[in-house]
């Protein structure tokens, strides 16, 4: 089979030939593009489907969306200078506004100014949710899934769902803590504001060609297991209702902390929960996953991404991968991922030898069906 095959088989739910073995490499892209030593024969969204086709691994967070949105009477302003980069949104009902400061030791940005802290945030924020407009436009995921072909298959990702985003780009996790107390009906008006903003992209991706979507919420059951269940669990099932009504599988993105919130997510509908990110990285541990999730959904991950770097010997990740076969194999549903990135300094050998050892599980029977 080939890796497109084996994931769109995997997320049905049924049994490929082998672990279906996706990464997410573009962290350790952006890094390497950083420092200027990636290899030039892979720039390009060409060059990194042969990339992740020269380190046997499949295609799967090439990022795809079907809809583009604008806004009416928003002006978004943004400056960098000295590494710290200000945002503003100016409306007719005022304006917001914050800060990120990259690290170049990271590779990354950090929020060091949220640009919603107080019930006046929360009123021009419910304007830009309200002036979001959105038009259907599938050419960017037209053109990844024909670029990587065989190699795997574009995720198309709705906007995050209105906690998450309240928790990763607007309020971060003590100022909506504080909303929470403080303003629960003004923080519920503003949820709801920012979920109809969605309606567009989501009618999309139920009129376009994916056979499955995933919404892009970086959860993690430590933070957000509260919050989900009292803002966004209502939210989650109506979208995956509704996608499913379009023959969409849904799936969402759990790269954090999992024993607190993997059991609500089930409750959802979800078809699959990527980016399973357990014990020695994660607070589960392989052997438990199963029992926890339940015998139905399809778990996305179980290799954590740190395992990649130089601190983690050989011999401990093969390990790692023996005891998701000992544990996952024989159940199925299971698609085999990095959880959640290649880091910057990620052994990309160590990469195709997973690719490898999954190839040495072909041909070999389950004990028991899925």
Known sequence: MTFRERLLTALKGERPDTFPWFCDLTYWRHARQADGDYPPEYEGEEGFVALHRDYHVGYFLGYATVSRSTYDNVTVESETHNGLTTTRWVTPVGEIWGQTRYLPETYSGAPVRWPVRDLDDLRVLRYIADATRTDPDQSQFLSLRELCGDQGHPTVLPPRSPVSQMLAQWTGATALVYLDADAPEELRAT??????????????????????TELPDNLSGEIVTPLFRKYQFDYYVQR??????????????????????LPLLVETGLDYIESITPAPVGDVPVAELRELAGPDVVLFGGMPGAMFAPQFPRDQVRRHFDSIVEHHWDHGRFVLGSADQIPPDGDMNLVREVGLWCEELIGRGARAGL
Do not use: C, M, N, W
Not at 242 to 254: E, F, I, N
């Open 240 to 261: 995956i209702e509704s996608l499913h009504a379009s023959g969409k599988l849904v799936g969402t993105h759990l790269d954090g902390t999992i024993r607190g919130i």
């Open 191 to 212: 949820l709801d504001a920012l979920g109809r903003a969605a309606d567009g992209a989501y009618a999309a991706i139920e009129q376009s060609e994916t056979p499955f």
